[in-house]
T-cell receptor, first 110, second 110 residues
Framework: GENVEQHPSTLSVQEGDSAVIKCTYS??????FPWYKQELGKRPQLIID?????GEKKDQRIAVTLNKTAKHFSLHITETQPEDSAVYFC?????????FGAGTTVTVRA | DGGITQSPKYLFRKEGQNVTLSCEQN?????MYWYRQDPGQGLRLIYY???????QKGDIAEGYSVSREKKESFPLTVTSAQKNPTAFYLC?????????FGPGTRLTVT
């Protein structure tokens, strides 16, 4: 099955700096790549996604890039704010089944 | 995702007892999913259903069972055969490629 690896597992950034999280996937047939944000004790929330026919997508301070050849995709958060502190999960989808990375705990220091 | 309810929020059971977790949705989505989340790990797929009266095993189905008699409901039973049932259980629905999560049930078995 699909194997998704996510790095780093923890990330601490100064408020206002950028944060980058990287994921790799194993199944070249995966065609949809969402990112979720999960605050402590809460449900994961979809924050951005990208399909395999697109290389980059941006929504305000967050952006996702996809390199199909290398089978990796990344989440970029610019101008980080304290409310960006959370656990972020990447996922890859084939046949409408999601496989998740292990998560990155992001801490934004004031 | 406000249209997905899971009850109860916290559930405590003794070892050896079966327990059923509820998931209801009013979003009219065909597909529904059950995930398990353990501390420091990503979400792992237990079962999924793309249509009423049909469901498939996910990556960790052993010790679990489901039913899909109605479009709105996808209950998960954690049986006594599940060796480590203590976890956070998340139900999700899907429209197109996008999955949305319910608030989760935290199950503790002692």
């Amino acid at each position: 099955g699909e194997n998704v690896e996510q790095h780093p597992s923890t990330l601490s950034v100064q408020e206002g700096d950028s944060a980058v999280i990287k994921c790799t996937y194993s199944d070249s047939a995966s065609n949809y790549f969402p990112w979720y944000k999960q605050e402590l004790g809460k449900r994961p929330q979809l924050i951005i996604d990208i399909r395999s026919n697109v290389g980059e997508k941006k929504d305000q301070r967050i952006a996702v890039t996809l390199n199909k050849t290398a089978k990796h995709f990344s989440l970029h958060i610019t101008e980080t704010q304290p409310e960006d502190s959370a656990v972020y999960f990447c996922a890859a989808s084939r046949d409408y089944k999601l496989s998740f990375g292990a998560g990155t705990t992001v801490t934004v220091r004031a | 995702d406000g249209g997905i309810t899971q009850s109860p929020k916290y559930l405590f059971r003794k070892e050896g007892q079966n327990v059923t977790l509820s998931c209801e949705q009013n979003l009219n989505h065909d597909a529904m999913y059950w995930y398990r989340q353990d501390p420091g790990q990503g979400l792992r797929l237990i079962y999924y259903s793309q249509i009423v009266n049909d469901f498939q095993k996910g990556d960790i189905a052993e010790g679990y069972s489901v039913s899909r008699e109605k479009k709105e409901s996808f209950p998960l039973t954690v049986t006594s055969a599940q060796k480590n049932p203590t976890a956070f259980y998340l139900c999700a629905t899907q429209t197109g490629y996008e999955q949305y999560f319910g608030p989760g049930t935290r199950l503790t078995v002692t």
